[in-house]
């Protein structure tokens, strides 16, 4: 066969990002990060979607010219069409097959979550299959034995809240900006995860909570900053740190289980969690001890992008699971 040549687009909440792949390798991976969100301490949807419309013509354009590509060149389309903001779920999807009908190439829709597992696919070393994932994000956290690159089964998942939306609500608590997430990891590098402690929710199975973590964070900052007003800016590092290392337990916690109850010990981790420096060193640390092989993608594939969805396609391809072009956008996850 000779070689698939890939648009991927994605535009799932507030990144823009295109890549060209050739078969499995990333020839490019160009994101547009929307810093607006910022003052608003979240993700506003429609000025999501307006700078995705504004944005995705010239990263697209960008990710053809680093990959010296030309449109003409492209055996198919690659685009997130679930899970995410409808709004921007519409332009990546919308672009996607308006320009495959003009170029007269197949489109591949990519489950977003699907194509996280596989950001694992990317690099070498690659995992051999059945491995698990803990995928960990803003929206998301949950456990998935992946079988082959297109059989996922889901066997844990949060019940509530997701581990990234944990860490920046609780970030949001301690006075941070957003994304909280990032300055939480930044500050608990300095800081002795074991002067606070917080409840760890228990449930049964290989499902998450982090409703309850929350709610502790919460009751104990009202409670000391009733006796000390400087309490949350004196004691900052120490409380990113004991926070970071809670909410990273609670994380290992479920997947040292996955692995007891599956015997997979092939393990990664995705999603934009998996930036996270507490957690990529307690998945190593605790690969070792218990003899697991461990996999950690690269920073530029943790957070949404396009070769995620490029690599996901890619596999798609090969067994020709084209898109119909009535295919909609989904705002829900289909796992």
């Known amino acids: 066969m000779p070689p698939i040549k890939l648009l991927a687009i994605e535009s799932s909440c507030d990144e823009t990002s295109a890549a060209v792949l050739n078969n499995e390798l990333v020839l490019s991976n160009e994101t547009y990060t929307q810093a607006v969100h910022e003052q608003y301490g979240g993700v506003v949807p429609e000025a999501a979607s307006r700078l995705h419309i504004k944005n995705i013509v010239p990263v697209v354009d960008a990710a053809l010219k680093k990959a010296n590509t030309q449109l003409e060149d492209l055996d198919a389309i690659a685009y997130t069409q679930s899970p995410g903001l409808m709004g921007s779920l519409l332009v990546g999807v919308h672009f996607a097959k308006g320009l495959s009908q ?15 597992v596989l950001s694992n696919l990317i690099k070498e070393p690659r995992p051999p299959f059945p491995f698990l994932c803990l995928t960990v994000s803003g929206g998301h956290t949950q456990i998935i034995i992946c079988k082959s690159p297109t059989d996922l089964e889901l ?9 990234g939306e944990a860490f920046d609500k609780t970030a949001k608590l301690l006075g941070l900006d957003y994304p909280g997430g990032p300055l939480v990891d930044k500050y608990a590098r300095e800081g002795d995860h074991t002067i606070f402690t917080f409840n760890k929710p228990k449930i049964d199975g290989l499902d998450f909570s982090f409703s309850g973590f929350k709610t502790s964070v919460l009751y104990f900052l009202q409670k000391e900053m ?6 949350i800016i004196d004691n900052r590092n120490d409380l990113c740190a004991s926070v970071q290392h809670t909410i990273v337990e609670i994380l ?9 109850e599956t015997g997979i ?6 999603g934009g969690v998996s ?31 396009a070769a995620m969805i490029g690599i996901t396609g890619y596999y798609k391809f090969l067994e020709k699971d084209f898109a119909c ?9 289909n796992f």
């Open 155 to 163: 066997i844990g998942q949060t019940l509530d809240d997701a581990a």
């Open 265 to 270: 010990k092939h393990v990664c981790i995705a």
């Open 325 to 333: 072009l009535d295919l909609a956008a989904s705002p829900r996850s």
């Open 226 to 231: 009733r006796k000390d007003q400087q309490f």
């Open 275 to 305: 930036a996270n420096s507490g957690l990529r060193t307690a998945l190593q640390i605790e690969g070792e001890k218990r003899d697991w092989t461990t996999y950690i993608p690269n920073f530029e594939y943790c957070t949404d992008n």
């Open 102 to 116: 003009v170029l007269n190439i197949p489109t591949i829709a990519v489950q977003h979550l699907h194509a996280h």
């Open 252 to 260: 290992m916690e479920k997947l040292v289980k996955a692995v007891k």
